[in-house]
């Protein structure tokens, strides 16, 4: 076993997951701001629109001469696509799915971390060590699977804020540094 497997290999297995759980804990979070900011893009003007329709219409209705319902009809369409795409979009469900997929990437963050860090305090046989990082895989297996995909671009931007701004550490001595996270 110690000719095959090094303790440096598993610290930096666990490093890799570590570093991976939190660039999506990030992406998940980017993912997360874009649908609340998108509710609020359709939910504020479809708004806007209903209350300016209501208001026209009551206006046209108090008119002597029954005034053009131009802008009545325009702003009724207006509200009339925007409601069923809110609700066929549910950004704010999805807002909060994103959220709750983040929170679970962190906590997986915080347990490689935990790992880690006992890994280096109390050094165990390898054995040990690797059904412990095993079965830490396999929680991690378990806890993504009804997670919502990650798109490309919130992905790559974590990645990228992850390189520029040095944010995973390494923990093994003789480790390179490089971010293995696909």
């Known amino acids: 076993m110690n000719e095959l497997v090094k303790r440096e290999d598993i610290l930096a297995r666990a490093e890799d997951r570590r570093n991976l759980c939190r660039i999506m804990s990030w992406a998940h979070l980017y993912v997360s701001i874009r649908w609340s900011h998108t509710n609020l893009y359709i939910g504020i003007p479809s708004t806007v629109l209903a209350a300016a329709a209501s208001v026209q219409a009551i206006a046209d209705l108090q008119a002597e001469n029954g005034a053009s319902y131009g802008l009545y009809i325009v702003f009724s369409v207006m509200v009339a696509s925007l409601a069923p795409l809110l609700t066929f979009l549910n950004p704010m469900d999805r807002a ?87």
């Not at 280096?120 to 054995?127: A, E, G, S, T, Y």
Request: glycine share 2%; aromatic share 10%.
């Open 96 to 182: 909060t799915n994103h959220l709750s997929a983040s929170r679970v990437y962190e906590q997986m963050g915080d347990a490689y971390d935990k790992f880690l860090l006992y890994c280096r305090v109390n050094p165990q046989d390898l054995i040990v060590e690797l059904e412990k990082l095993v079965s830490l895989n396999e929680q991690y297996n378990e806890l993504k699977k009804p997670l919502p995909i990650t798109p490309e671009w919130a992905y790559q931007k974590s990645v990228k804020q992850s390189k520029n701004k040095n944010l995973v550490a390494t923990f093994a001595e003789n480790y390179d540094g490089k971010v293995n996270v696909k």
